[in-house]
């Protein structure tokens, strides 16, 4: 794919780095070797990219052609393959009139870039079709970046000019009946296969338009895959897997980008296929396999400021919905207090994701946002009602080196004086002797006897959890 072409300028400016940092034997002289300036990788173009052919002359007489010749009405309902066929006609016959040459290798890329702005989102639609990128991050028309194993490239692909990038934006807005323009210029939304979208249009996006896409995960996640991949132990998923299991609520803490939704899409599989599952997001992206779900999502203001429907609102409703457990797709504002006492009130096994370095930094999270709710509510209150209704906090981390990682599984085991008490189950010990490009490190095991032991008792797992601890 693209990023692998490199000029011969980059290549020697590489070849030097390595020698630098392979000479240096003392720490400061490495750091002193990390100075040496960097070259951003070069852009190609022709195959490999798109901007010679969608800014050539060429592009925009045979676009201009096949869009006043073709009936707009003849695209409605029609796929992209039955389309095709008229499209290389039209091609074919605009290109005779106007005593165009184009060979054949033209031919199939201006149609391949008629179908995408016709049928998808124009230039960046290869790589919303690669499954190897994880998001794309436009900036403008002249800037394509994607995410690929945890590391962003600059692809080679552009768009005409922000005219496109915007008239791109709001198809993606109206796919969803929202709208984005100068007068409501930013926009939450999601494609047809559930990725989420989010558009800023200039005056706000001062250098163009911004489409930030986290695209939606074509396979399912589990924690025994995510295992396999390093991204936990095997006693850690087997942990996870037992508390999901035995309806312990669960706050999945991480940064941005972390996997924080995957992770808790894998806990979401061990929910009972007996059991009624409420979720609720901004932007639907979780993917339950139970047969009993219910996915509620929120709605912004109309245009004149009315009709939003907020977390908070939905989560009040939930409650009256007979739910045996919430999913928050996110907490971030007085939601909390709602997610605190549904957790309180009978709806164990609920859980959420909290943006948080570290689970006392999710705690403190926690009250802040549930301040935002009730000021008036004491401090010592808010921390008994935490202490009562969460169980457990998994932390995930992106880490350098692209690779997602549960850096520490904590427990909340109650309070001692007006401070909450916790105990980790499970840490990421990195190996800072062992410096590469790649992290390094264990997941080591406690051997504290977890306090939702009896619990597993309950449910018939406490020999199979002391098994897992190794106690």
């Given at each position: 794919m693209f990023g692998q072409k490199k000029?011969?300028?980059?290549e020697d400016v590489e070849r030097k780095s390595a020698a630098a940092e392979a000479a240096?034997?003392?720490p400061a002289d490495r750091l002193a070797a990390l100075a040496v300036p960097v070259i951003a990788p070069v852009r190609t173009t022709g195959g490999e990219g798109n901007e010679a052919l969608v800014r050539s002359d060429l592009f925009r007489v045979i676009r201009n052609g096949v869009f006043t010749s073709m009936n707009a009405s003849a695209v409605v309902g029609k796929t992209r393959e039955q389309m095709k066929p008229g499209v290389e006609q039209l091609v074919l016959e605009i290109a005779e009139k106007e005593r165009l040459n184009i060979t054949l290798s033209e031919q199939t890329q201006i149609v391949g870039e008629l179908l995408n702005d016709m049928f998808g989102l124009g230039p960046i639609e290869p790589l919303l079709a690669d499954e190897s990128i994880t998001d794309v991050l436009v900036n403008g028309p002249?800037?394509?970046y994607a995410e690929r194993h945890g590391r962003l490239e600059l692809t080679p692909y552009k768009f005409r000019d922000n005219a496109h990038v915007i008239n791109v934006a709001q198809r993606i807005a109206a796919g969803v009946g929202r709208r984005v323009d100068e007068s409501s210029p930013m926009v939450d939304a999601r494609l047809a296969d559930g990725s989420r979208v989010n558009v800023v249009l200039p005056p706000l996006a001062i250098r163009g338009a911004s489409i930030s896409i986290r695209k939606f995960a074509k396979r399912n996640i589990t924690l025994h895959r995510m295992s396999q991949q390093g991204n936990l132990s095997?006693?850690?998923?087997?942990?996870?897997?037992l508390a999901a299991t035995c309806r312990l609520?669960?706050?999945?803490?991480?940064?941005?980008?972390?996997g924080k939704t995957t992770l808790l899409n894998a806990l979401s599989h061990f929910i009972d296929a007996g059991e009624r599952t409420v979720t609720i997001e901004d932007a639907a992206e979780l993917q339950l396999v139970q047969p009993h779900v219910v996915s509620l999502e929120t709605r912004p203001e109309n245009a004149e400021g009315l009709g939003s429907v907020n977390q908070r609102d939905l989560v009040r409703n939930a409650l009256r919905m007979r739910p045996d457990r919430i999913i928050l797709g996110e907490t971030r504002g007085p939601?909390?207090?709602?997610?605190l006492q549904a957790m309180n009130t009978g709806h164990d096994g609920s859980m959420t994701t909290i943006h948080a370095n570290t689970p006392r930094d999710g705690i403190t999270r926690l009250e802040s946002m549930v301040m935002m709710a009730n000021g008036n509510l004491p401090l010592m209150s808010i921390r008994r009602q935490i202490a009562s209704a969460v169980h457990m906090i998994v932390q995930i981390e992106r880490m350098r080196d692209g690779m997602r990682r549960i850096t520490r599984v904590t427990e909340l085991v109650g309070m001692e004086g007006d401070v909450i008490i916790t105990q980790d189950l499970f840490t990421f010990r990195y190996d800072a002797s062992a410096y590469s490009e790649e992290v390094k490190g264990v997941f080591e095991s406690s051997t504290v006897r977890p306090a939702f032991a009896p619990r597993a008792a309950y449910y018939g797992l406490e020999e199979a959890l002391l098994e897992a601890m190794k106690i």
């Amino acid at each position: 794919m693209f990023g692998q072409k490199k000029s011969a300028a980059v290549e020697d400016v590489e070849r030097k780095s390595a020698a630098a940092e392979a000479a240096v034997a003392t720490p400061a002289d490495r750091l002193a070797a990390l100075a040496v300036p960097v070259i951003a990788p070069v852009r190609t173009t022709g195959g490999e990219g798109n901007e010679a052919l969608v800014r050539s002359d060429l592009f925009r007489v045979i676009r201009n052609g096949v869009f006043t010749s073709m009936n707009a009405s003849a695209v409605v309902g029609k796929t992209r393959e039955q389309m095709k066929p008229g499209v290389e006609q039209l091609v074919l016959e605009i290109a005779e009139k106007e005593r165009l040459n184009i060979t054949l290798s033209e031919q199939t890329q201006i149609v391949g870039e008629l179908l995408n702005d016709m049928f998808g989102l124009g230039p960046i639609e290869p790589l919303l079709a690669d499954e190897s990128i994880t998001d794309v991050l436009v900036n403008g028309p002249d800037q394509v970046y994607a995410e690929r194993h945890g590391r962003l490239e600059l692809t080679p692909y552009k768009f005409r000019d922000n005219a496109h990038v915007i008239n791109v934006a709001q198809r993606i807005a109206a796919g969803v009946g929202r709208r984005v323009d100068e007068s409501s210029p930013m926009v939450d939304a999601r494609l047809a296969d559930g990725s989420r979208v989010n558009v800023v249009l200039p005056p706000l996006a001062i250098r163009g338009a911004s489409i930030s896409i986290r695209k939606f995960a074509k396979r399912n996640i589990t924690l025994h895959r995510m295992s396999q991949q390093g991204n936990l132990s095997a006693a850690m998923a087997t942990v996870l897997k037992l508390a999901a299991t035995c309806r312990l609520n669960i706050i999945v803490s991480g940064g941005t980008g972390s996997g924080k939704t995957t992770l808790l899409n894998a806990l979401s599989h061990f929910i009972d296929a007996g059991e009624r599952t409420v979720t609720i997001e901004d932007a639907a992206e979780l993917q339950l396999v139970q047969p009993h779900v219910v996915s509620l999502e929120t709605r912004p203001e109309n245009a004149e400021g009315l009709g939003s429907v907020n977390q908070r609102d939905l989560v009040r409703n939930a409650l009256r919905m007979r739910p045996d457990r919430i999913i928050l797709g996110e907490t971030r504002g007085p939601e909390a207090f709602d997610v605190l006492q549904a957790m309180n009130t009978g709806h164990d096994g609920s859980m959420t994701t909290i943006h948080a370095n570290t689970p006392r930094d999710g705690i403190t999270r926690l009250e802040s946002m549930v301040m935002m709710a009730n000021g008036n509510l004491p401090l010592m209150s808010i921390r008994r009602q935490i202490a009562s209704a969460v169980h457990m906090i998994v932390q995930i981390e992106r880490m350098r080196d692209g690779m997602r990682r549960i850096t520490r599984v904590t427990e909340l085991v109650g309070m001692e004086g007006d401070v909450i008490i916790t105990q980790d189950l499970f840490t990421f010990r990195y190996d800072a002797s062992a410096y590469s490009e790649e992290v390094k490190g264990v997941f080591e095991s406690s051997t504290v006897r977890p306090a939702f032991a009896p619990r597993a008792a309950y449910y018939g797992l406490e020999e199979a959890l002391l098994e897992a601890m190794k106690i």
